[in-house]
């Protein structure tokens, strides 16, 4: 494997624009290598599950429903610290705080329907990842 791998999903807010070849650029020109992807309708219960640790904040219902409104891509990527580099390609998880360039800058239409997310530790991107893919979806 070439470096780490970390976990994405590319929002409603994204696929319902059509946007989905357009951040996948960024993530690519970016220097992250896509290696599994899949578009899905998440269900409740699986962006419950998901987004778990955000459970008690006040936002979770929106986020859920959110989340649920549409088709969403998830994806793994992989590259030299995955991690760190998806959060620096996706930018702040507010928009208007997000630098220029980055998915979030570039597509978000606000900070509930920010186009991405991207792991935030080694750890949850293992989990993460297994949530979605087995071993034999992910070609490197
Ligand atoms: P991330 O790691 O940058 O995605 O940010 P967080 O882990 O803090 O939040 C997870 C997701 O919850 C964000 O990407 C947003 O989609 C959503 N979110 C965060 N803060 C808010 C908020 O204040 N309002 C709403 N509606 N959604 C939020």
Redesign the pocket.
């Known amino acids: 494997m070439a470096g780490t791998r970390t976990f994405s999903i590319i929002?409603p807010d994204a696929t319902e624009r059509n946007l989905t070849g357009a951040v996948n650029k960024v993530i690519e020109d970016g220097g992250l290598r896509i290696v599994a992807q899949r578009r899905i309708q998440m269900t409740q219960v699986q962006a419950e599950r998901f987004?778990g640790?955000?459970s008690e904040?006040?936002?979770f219902g929106?986020?859920v429903e959110?989340m649920t409104s549409g088709p969403v891509v998830v994806q793994v990527l992989e590259g030299e610290n995955a991690v760190a580099r998806y959060?620096d390609i996706?930018g702040?998880?507010?928009p208007a705080e997000a630098a220029d360039g980055t998915i979030r800058k570039l597509f978000a239409k606000?900070?509930?329907?920010?186009s991405a997310?991207?792991s935030?530790s080694d750890e949850n991107a293992e989990l993460e990842i297994a949530q979605f893919f087995s071993a034999a979806d992910i070609v490197g």
């Open positions: 929002k987004y640790v955000h904040r006040p936002f929106e986020l959110f959060r996706m702040a998880t507010n606000s900070i509930g329907e920010n997310h991207g935030d």
